[in-house]
């Protein structure tokens, strides 16, 4: 794992990463390239979440090649929509691993205009996690989905009963979620990262359902 919070992190510490030949281990994995739209490409990018979350944690760094897992040079993501590119992450990880996981991402841009994508992935104590065997469409996370940004957010937030002891039971709520009149939990301390030259790029932050913990964006 990069040494520092992750809204620090920039591309100065991933070219350390690389004279450092610091390689793969229990909390860190480089990817050249982002998961492709092939079963394969998921399964092995919700296994790396699953697995990370069931030990220590750990930095999936996309956009950065390695070779026998050591880092040799950062190659850029190539999206010209990391926010996009974001979101889908969070569609596959909240309908693909079970129980859900909590993680953060963060877009480092680099000074020549290329972009890492870091998706840290917190210790968990809900475990074990697996990829979901479901296809998307049956998962529970998935329920309900309707057309458009709400209800993509509304499925990332499903939580698949990790606090309920009960099938069907509505968990309390967690810290960092504030019930809200309509029913709806709200993420607090949220933060967006500015955007600027090596200073990275932050998605917005995500508005939860009520059994919601989500993805946190940096």
């Not at 010209?80 to 079970?98: H, K, Q, T, Y």
Request: proline share 7%; net charge neutral; charged share 25%.
């Amino acid at each position: 794992m990069i040494p520092k919070p992750l809204e620090e992190v920039s591309e100065i510490d991933v070219q350390l990463l690389i004279s450092d030949a610091a390689a793969e281990g229990k909390t860190i994995d480089y990817k050249q390239a982002l998961p492709g739209n092939s079963d394969a490409d998921k399964k092995e990018f919700l296994a790396d979440i699953s697995s990370f979350a069931n030990t220590a944690g750990g930095d999936l760094v996309f956009g950065v090649a390695e070779s026998q897992g050591v880092p040799t040079e950062i190659t850029g993501i190539g999206t010209a929509d990391p926010d996009l590119a974001i979101r889908r992450l969070d569609s596959l990880i909240a309908a693909g691993v079970d129980p859900r996981v909590r993680y953060t991402t963060r877009i480092v841009e680099c000074r020549d205009t290329r972009r890492i994508l870091v998706v840290r992935v917190e210790r968990s104590w809900a475990g074990p996690h697996s990829a979901a065997s479901r296809k998307s469409s049956e998962h529970p996370a998935w329920r309900g989905l309707s057309a458009g940004h709400g209800g993509i957010c509304a499925a990332m937030g499903f939580d698949v009963g990790r606090d309920a002891g009960v099938a069907g039971q509505r968990p309390a709520p967690r810290s960092g979620l504030e019930p809200q009149r309509n029913g709806t939990l709200v993420a607090q301390g949220h933060e967006n990262a500015g955007r600027g030259a090596g200073s990275g790029a932050g998605a917005p932050p995500h508005w939860f359902s009520p059994e919601g913990s989500g993805p946190r964006h940096r």
